[in-house]
């Protein structure tokens, strides 16, 4: 019988939220989003490219030695689009300045990208100036800056009596550093990646919490607002409807990401294909390396974390009478939440210090901190339990209170409760 | 054990400043439309959630269609109709019905094809427009309690629960709503429906219960209330107006107690222990042409008058008469 209503509640929750226009637009939106992510880099890269190939930079070389063209060849071969190279000019240190001025009009005119200034400041060591219209750009800087470098270097070997052949060689070698993490089960993905996993799934779990939890108190609100509470109570008690009704959103979120994890995953399998089609070069995405017991923890603490603060929101939402005093009266349960957010990346910086450990074992907080110290670093399974262990108590806890203050609230209107009333209405209810 | 269909032993609920119900008792008797009379904040909404378990009471017991109204199941044969109204704004009106009918036990197979009879039957639905498809929020207010009405009988209740129906509706849905309660009844249900229009509750009822501050002051059928409080009235008209020899009959303390002198009609109150009978022929004798001499009972608006107000006036010394 109860069962068989908490069903009817939890079905009309459900496919009400399923069917608004809301959820298909964000779930259809989620993966474009997704899309976004793994395709635009590389389409972008390439038409980076090719804007900022090097043949439309200026080189001025005012070292009077053969600097510049050391450092136009270093360019070219950078430059996958362009086999021309920078355009070198040999300036006479005096004539430096009107040379300068030429090429910015030229740069303005849009008949160059930049322009390289080579001068005797450069040859001690110091500085080289580049201007133009990809200074901001961080990787063509770094470009050139390495280019100059190098080309300094080998200059300055081949002066003190080294081989140019040799030279050659010895300044060859492009280095590029692959970091890996370490964990208690051995070498285990990229650094990087783990730590943008940790954060992304935290902050996913901060979003969705937020999102379904306000979902719900805004349920309970519309039920008040619109009486629907009085009828639906003369048929199910209170509790059923709260159970029905933090269940059915929880389905609703749970769709959700599973709709989003699904595309997510298949659009990072064929990416590389289907950018292959589009004739874009690419290297496959690190993925992280999650194995089944990891994701099922993750999906383990978002399902304890959304009952702990969807109920919580529940019993704010049976607290007020209409959409005005919401904010106010959502704020403690929001603040609980945006204080686990804060300290978000000091934990992720540092997993394993004293502030990690005691907010993983907070009711509040561990359903957002544990998932993200999980997919960092590995825990012992002991604290896993045992955080899981305090986090359903505090479940049951929040469960509990949201019952009772949700059972006398949803038939009150009028002025909202003082935090006295609402003790009261806790330890009278029954 | 009785056979009412809602039997309220002495019950009291307490609020944090105020008693809303005082040690109420009252039997609803099966296949009966019943009123619960009373002011505003008399306790009559509150005395209903109490009825339909949606609040507990401090003490007493309530008793519905035989069973504890705690026990599962039994608000299942209730259909409630809250003073407040309204519906899921968002939702379609079928899938509303559908959803109202599910929490009573209804199948959606039998559900729906009775939301579509009534749906026609209450003019929402025809060839030409379906309001069954269309969102609540689309309808008129008065569709919307036409749709919150079906909502209440869908699950066809042994016993239907209306708390102040009549207010808010146009005379032509109150006029629909009055035709549905008379088939309510005709066809075996029992009906309660509280209201503070006595015209309303004259009209329709066979039993009534008048509450005031929480209290009980008066129930029982209402033939039985009337002939109990109402004390004994004579309707008069005479053909040329009240003639001057008629003055020393009217004063006579033996024969009439009061007169209420409404120009086309006077409302006479007997005297205590007078006869009718002796009454008419003193008129006659008067000189008097009578046109229309009746024994009527007073109407309840009237009881309801002297006894809320003796009750009022009574307040914490003996309780009620």
């Not at chain 1, 609980?336 to 992720?348: C, R, S, Y």
């Not at chain 2, 009844?185 to 005031?212: K, P, Q, W, Y």
């Amino acid at each position: 019988m109860a069962m068989r209503k908490l069903w009817a509640t939890t079905k009309r929750e459900y496919l009400e939220r399923v069917r608004t226009k809301w959820f298909i637009v964000a779930t259809v939106f989620g993966p474009v989003l997704f899309g976004a992510i793994a395709f635009l880099p590389s389409v972008m890269a390439m038409r980076t490219k090719a804007s900022t190939n090097f043949a439309h930079i200026a080189i001025l070389d005012a070292t009077g030695t053969d600097l510049g063209r050391r450092v136009t060849r270093a360019l070219a071969a950078d430059s996958a689009y362009a086999a021309a190279g920078p355009m070198l000019r040999i300036i006479d240190p005096k004539e430096l300045t009107v040379a300068e001025s030429l090429a910015t009009h030229e740069v303005m005119r849009k008949q160059a990208t930049g322009y390289l200034v080579l001068d005797e400041q450069t040859m001690a060591g110091e500085t080289a100036r580049y201007a133009g219209r990809n200074a901001s750009s961080l990787t063509d800087v770094d470009r050139v800056q390495s280019a100059v470098r190098k080309g300094l270097l080998a200059m300055r070997l081949e002066q003190a009596g080294i081989d140019s052949t040799k030279v050659q060689a010895l300044t060859g070698p492009q280095l590029s550093l692959d970091a890996e993490r370490i964990t208690d089960q051995g070498r285990g993905g990229s650094g990087t990646v783990s730590v943008i996993f940790g954060f992304a799934i935290a902050f996913l779990l901060y979003m969705s919490i937020l999102l379904y939890g306000q979902n719900v108190l805004h349920g309970v609100i519309e039920e008040k607002s619109t009486r629907m509470a009085e009828v639906i109570a003369s048929s199910v008690p209170p509790d059923t409807l709260l159970a029905g009704k933090v269940l059915g959103v929880g389905a609703v979120g749970l769709t959700q990401l599973a709709v989003w994890l699904i595309t997510a995953y298949a659009l990072f399998k064929v990416r590389v294909p289907l950018l292959a089609k589009l004739g874009v070069h690419s290297t496959a995405l690190p993925l992280p390396s999650i194995s089944v017991g990891l994701a099922l923890l993750l999906v383990a603490f978002f399902v304890l974390g959304y009952i702990f603060y969807a109920s919580l929101f529940a019993a704010v939402g049976a607290t007020v009478s209409n959409e005005q005093d919401v904010r106010q009266a959502a704020t403690p349960v929001t603040l609980l939440l945006v204080a686990t957010i804060i300290f978000m990346e000091p934990i992720l910086l540092d997993p394993t210090s004293q502030l990690a450990v005691v907010m993983s074992w907070l009711p509040f907080s561990s359903p957002i901190i544990m998932p993200l110290r999980l997919s960092v670093i590995s825990l012992s399974p002991l604290v896993i339990a045992g955080t899981m262990a305090v986090l359903i108590v505090g479940c049951i806890a929040s469960v509990w209170l949201a019952a009772r203050i949700y059972r006398v609230g949803l038939l009150m209107y009028g002025k909202r409760p003082t935090m006295r009333e609402v003790v009261r209405w806790v330890r009278y209810a029954g | 054990m009785t056979d009412a269909a809602v039997d309220i032993r002495n019950i009291s609920k307490r609020y944090a400043g105020h008693v809303a119900v005082r040690d109420l008792s009252l039997a609803v008797p099966r296949g009966a439309v019943y009123g619960l009379l009373g002011p505003n904040g008399a306790g009559k909404t509150t005395t209903i959630r109490m009825m339909l378990n949606i609040i507990a009471p401090d003490t007493g017991s309530i008793t519905l269609l035989g069973q504890p109204s705690t026990a599962s199941g039994v608000t299942d044969r209730v259909g409630y109709l809250p003073e407040e109204r309204g519906l899921y704004k968002k939702m379609e009106v079928r899938r509303v019905l559908r959803f109202l009918a599910e929490l009573k036990g209804i199948a959606p197979k039998v559900a729906d094809k009775r939301i579509s009879e009534w749906l026609e039957r209450v003019g929402l639905s025809s060839s030409e427009k379906d309001w069954g498809s269309a969102k609540v929020d689309e309808l008129s207010r008065g569709m919307q309690q036409k749709v919150q009405f079906i909502g209440t009988l869908l699950h066809e209740p042994e016993l239907v629960i209306l708390d102040e129906p009549f207010s808010g509706l146009d005379p032509i849905n109150a006029q629909a709503l009055k035709d549905i309660v008379v088939e309510l009844r005709r066809s075996g249900t029992t009906v309660i429906f509280s209201t503070h229009l006595m015209e309303n509750a004259e009209r329709l009822c066979d039993a009534v219960c008048i509450i005031a501050r929480g209290e009980k002051v008066l129930d029982g059928a209402i033939s039985a209330v009337k002939a109990e409080h109402g004390g004994r009235f004579v309707a008069l008209a005479l053909a040329n107006g009240a003639a001057h020899s008629l003055a020393p009959v009217l004063n006579d303390p033996k024969l009439v107690r009061r007169v209420d002198d409404s120009n086309r009609t006077m409302e006479i109150e007997l005297a205590p222990g007078a006869d009718p009978q002796r009454l008419l022929r003193t008129i006659i004798d008067s000189g008097a042409t009578v046109e229309r001499f009746e024994l009527v009972q007073p109407s309840l608006h009237r009881i309801f008058l002297d006894k809320v107000g003796a009750a009022g006036a009574e307040e914490r010394t003996n309780g009620h008469a």
